[in-house]
């Protein structure tokens, strides 16, 4: 006789973990990152940080950021262009004095050429960072001022300049540019303004 083996259901994959969207990082959250970054003498990570920040790139491109692509010679640009990788599609973005000083620095001290990766891996074998190092790289970022960890991703890099700049101007097309997103329903959708605006309009209601 055969013997029945009960069938016991598997966890579902997101038992117990937070998914959703990434939070963005506040103002105070990027100056608390910074300053650690500054204060430990990181200049790779600092470099990064704040390049990620301005470029709101998503992770498969930031990592494979050239010297070429952001600067021309040892001169970085104000504002760069990149063709993205999910879309085809070309989305530029600006790079404001404080991050073009810490690139500056970074590429001088490394002697980096126009063809250069920025962010070289530290594997062996490997030529640029992968998702998997920046991920890491993020984590202990917002580990490092106490944040909770499951709450933030590579994406939360991305999203934080486009939610601070929304909170400040309510323009949903800028931002919709800036991100390199041709529908402005998935802006809304990504930024999670509905939401945000909805819980806002009830902050201000007492009752």
């Known amino acids: 006789m055969y013997q029945i083996i009960p069938c016991v259901p ?5 038992k117990g973990k937070l998914v959703g969207q990434k939070r963005p990082l506040k103002l105070e959250e990027i100056w608390s990152i910074r300053t650690r970054l500054d204060i430990s003498n990181n200049q790779r990570e600092l470099t990064m940080f704040n390049l990620a920040l301005d470029c709101k790139l998503r992770a498969c491109d930031f990592i494979k950021l050239k010297v070429r692509d952001i600067a021309h010679g040892i ?5 760069a262009m990149l063709v993205q990788q999910k879309t085809g599609k070309p989305v530029q973005f600006e790079i404001t004095p404080k991050t073009r000083a810490t690139i500056t620095a970074w590429i001088k001290s490394n002697g ?6 920025l962010f070289a891996s530290r594997v062996k074998n490997h030529e640029h960072l992968s998702t998997r190092q920046y991920a890491r790289i993020v984590k202990r970022w ?3 001022i106490g944040l909770d960890t499951t709450a933030y991703r590579t994406h939360t890099m991305r999203r934080t300049k486009a ?3 929304y909170k400040k101007t309510k323009n949903l097309r800028a931002v919709q540019i800036l991100l390199g997103q041709s ?16 819980l806002e309009l009830s902050e201000n209601i007492d009752i």
């Open 163 to 165: 939610s601070l700049i």
């Open 10 to 14: 598997k966890p579902s994959w997101n």
């Open 142 to 144: 917002v580990s490092s």
């Open 112 to 117: 980096l050429k126009s063809d250069d990766y």
């Open 75 to 79: 001169t970085v640009q104000s504002r």
């Open 183 to 198: 529908k402005l329903k998935s802006t809304v959708r990504y930024l999670g303004v509905e939401v945000d605006d909805a």
